[in-house]
C-alpha cells in the first residue's frame, strides 16, 4: 500500500479513519502532559500508574461480569489514581525517594492484577478473552466514542494547562519559590498528576499497560533535545505524539499481522533517536562536529600564542621570520599557518611571515597581557 492509497482509504475505511483520528489525538495529549512528568524528572510515573491500572480492570471486571470498555476504564482510574496517591503517600511520609516508590508501587499493583486476571481465566462461568488486550493494548477495538471522549479528555486537559500555565511552569522549575508565593504546590502537583494518570488510562486500550510509558515520555524526550523553552517542548512533544499515532497506525494498516500499538511506540522511539542524534543544541552530532572545532580553534590559538612568544621579543612586531622557527611546535601546520593568514593574524610571504597588529593584540588579549610597548 503506498501513501495515495492509504490517504485515499482514510477518507472511505470507517475504522482506519477511527483509529487514526484516535492514536493522533492519544499522542499529541501523552505528549503534552509527558512533558510535565520528564521535567518533574518521573519518568517512571507513566510506568507505574500504566501498571496500577490492571488491578482496577480486573475487579472491575469481578464487580460487574461486563467487559465493557468504559467500566473497565473507570475501575483503572480509580486503581490509578490510588496508586498515585499511595506514591505521594509514601515520598512524603517516609525517607523513601520517589523513585523506591515508583517501583514500588509497580510491581505491587501488576502483581496484584496478573494474580486477579490469573483468578479470571479459571472461573468456570467467566469468559476473560478481551481483557488481556489492555496488557499489550488493541487499537483496533477502538469505537467511535471512544475517540469522542479522547477528545473530550484531550480539551480538558488543554484548558487546564492553559488555565495553570504559570502555576505549573513555577512548580515545575522552582518549587520552593512557588510556596514563597503562596501557590499551594501539592494542590497543583495533584492536577498535574490527575491529568497524567488519566492521559494513561486512556491509552491503555490503544497502547496497553506494558508500553505506555513509552508513549507518555518517548514525544517529551524528543521535544525536550530541541529548544529550552516550555511552551515550545509541550508544543513539540504533542506534535511528535500526534505524528508518532499517525504515522503508525500508518505502517501498522500497510502490514498484515502488525499490532498498532508496539509499532506506534516504535515510530516514537524513532523520533527520539533522530532528536538525540540530530537537534542543533544537544544532538551528539553537532556535539561532535562543535568539539571538533573547538579542538581546531585551541590548536590554532596555540600556535598563534607560540608565535606572539616570538614576536613579542622585538620592537618591531611586523618583523619578519621564517617559517623554518614554527618547526619547533609540534602543533604548527601548513593548514594551521593558511587558516591564520585568512584570519589576516599572520601575513607570509615565500618562506617568511610576520604578525599583523591585529594578531598580535588578539594573541595577547588571549592571555590578557599588555601590548602597550608595541602599539607604536
Avoid at 64 to 92: C, E, H, P, V, Y
Wanted: charged share 15%; proline share 2%; net charge positive.
Amino acid at each position: 500500500m503506498n501513501i495515495s492509497e492509504y490517504i485515499q482509504l482514510l477518507f472511505t475505511d470507517y475504522t482506519l479513519r477511527t483509529i487514526t483520528i484516535g492514536t493522533a489525538i492519544l499522542g499529541a495529549v501523552c505528549g503534552m502532559l509527558g512533558s510535565f512528568a520528564v521535567l518533574r524528572k518521573q519518568s517512571l510515573l507513566g510506568d507505574a500508574i500504566s501498571h496500577a491500572a490492571l488491578p482496577g480492570i480486573a475487579i472491575a471486571f469481578l464487580i460487574t461480569g461486563t467487559k465493557d470498555t468504559n467500566i473497565l476504564l473507570i475501575g483503572a482510574l480509580i486503581s490509578g489514581l490510588l496508586g498515585a496517591f499511595w506514591i505521594r503517600q509514601i515520598t512524603s511520609k517516609t525517607h523513601l525517594k520517589s523513585d523506591t516508590a515508583l517501583g514500588l508501587i509497580l510491581s505491587i499493583f501488576f502483581g496484584v492484577g496478573m494474580m486477579l486476571l490469573t483468578f479470571i481465566q479459571k472461573m468456570p462461568n467467566a469468559n476473560q478473552a478481551g481483557l488481556d488486550k489492555f496488557l499489550f493494548g488493541q487499537a483496533a477495538t477502538l469505537l467511535a466514542k471512544d475517540v469522542w471522549t479522547l477528545g473530550i479528555v484531550s480539551s480538558i486537559c488543554l484548558v487546564i494547562v492553559f488555565t495553570f500555565w504559570k502555576e505549573f511552569k513555577i512548580l515545575l522549575f522552582d518549587e520552593a519559590y512557588a510556596k514563597t508565593l503562596g501557590f499551594n504546590t501539592q494542590r497543583i502537583d495533584a492536577i498535574i498528576t490527575s491529568f497524567i494518570v488519566l492521559a494513561i488510562i486512556l491509552g491503555l486500550q490503544t497502547v496497553g499497560v506494558v508500553l505506555m510509558s513509552a508513549m507518555l515520555l518517548a514525544p517529551a524526550a524528543a521535544a525536550r533535545q530541541w529548544t529550552n523553552k516550555l511552551s515550545v517542548m509541550v508544543f513539540l512533544a504533542a506534535i511528535f505524539g500526534m505524528f508518532s499515532g499517525i504515522f503508525g497506525t500508518a505502517i501498522s494498516a500497510s502490514q498484515s499481522n502488525l499490532s498498532t500499538g508496539p509499532v506506534i511506540v516504535l515510530v516514537a522511539s524513532v523520533f527520539v533517536v533522530f532528536s538525540f542524534i540530530f537537534s542543533p543544541n544537544r544532538g551528539i552530532l553537532f556535539k561532535q562536529i562543535r568539539l571538533s572545532q573547538n579542538r581546531k580553534d585551541l590548536q590554532l590559538n596555540k600556535t598563534l600564542q607560540f608565535m606572539f612568544e616570538i614576536v613579542k621579543t622585538h620592537k618591531n612586531i611586523s618583523h619578519p621570520h621564517t617559517i623554518k622557527i614554527l618547526n619547533n611546535f609540534q602543533g604548527y601546520t601548513k593548514r594551521t599557518l593558511k587558516k591564520l593568514e585568512d584570519k589576516k593574524y599572520i601575513e607570509v610571504n615565500g618562506q617568511m611571515w610576520s604578525m599583523t597588529k591585529e594578531g598580535y593584540h588578539f594573541s595577547a588579549n588571549l592571555y590578557n597581557q599588555d601590548t602597550s610597548q608595541n602599539n607604536d
